[in-house]
């Protein structure tokens, strides 16, 4: 009998999947700290119009390879998704902050430990040089995220300092991008 692989996937946000997407902010408890997402203060996620109109603005300014990136602040927003249920996301800004950095990340809580927020990072960084044409990253992580600090570190980063932005302390890494 054959075995069934199932492998993680990077996807655009979709309305399509509300309630896995309620699952998954279940899964790290109430708040604004789900990386990657893009969740800010004003959003309605519980409704499933306010939920929409936010899957809505994650996407409306993605784009492709050779098209050149729209006169506004924006990112790639992905999903990582396995059997129907989001794991976590992963956005790359299509500019330079910084302070924010150009990637962000989160796995939920019940996937760590799993390699996804390594491989999804690894496969952003392949979009930010072939999409975006970009030589290097700077990618923030907590400072007493080390966790995250590893997987960076696993994908070339080279740590560069620590930012105290007044609220929190960050580890800022650099990551080149081979051609």
């Known amino acids: 009998m054959a075995t ?6 990077l996807i655009s946000p979709t309305t399509s999947l509300y309630a896995a997407f309620q699952d998954c902010r279940a899964d790290w408890g109430p708040g604004l700290h789900e990386d990657g997402f893009g969740i800010g203060p004003e959003d309605d996620l519980d409704s499933p119009e306010g939920f929409a109109d936010w899957v809505r603005r994650r996407v409306r300014l993605d784009h492709g390879a050779g098209a050149p990136c729209p006169d506004e602040r924006h990112a790639s927003c992905r999903w990582i998704v396995e059997d129907g249920q989001v794991l976590g996301a992963i956005a790359m800004r299509h500019w330079q902050d910084d302070d924010l950095g150009q990637i962000g990340y989160g796995v939920r ?9 390594s491989w ?8 930010a040089r072939t ?13 007493d995220n080390l966790a995250s600090a590893r997987t960076i570190e696993g994908q070339g980063g080279v740590f560069q300092g620590i930012l105290d932005t007044g609220h929190v302390r960050v580890r800022r890494y650099w990551i080149t991008l081979s051609r």
């Open 4 to 9: 069934v692989s199932h492998m993680p996937a």
């Open 109 to 117: 809580p019940s996937a760590r430990r799993r390699g996804l927020a």
């Open 120 to 127: 999804a990072l690894g496969e952003m960084l392949r979009e």
């Open 131 to 143: 999409v975006l044409g970009l030589h290097r990253v700077l990618i923030p992580c907590l400072e």
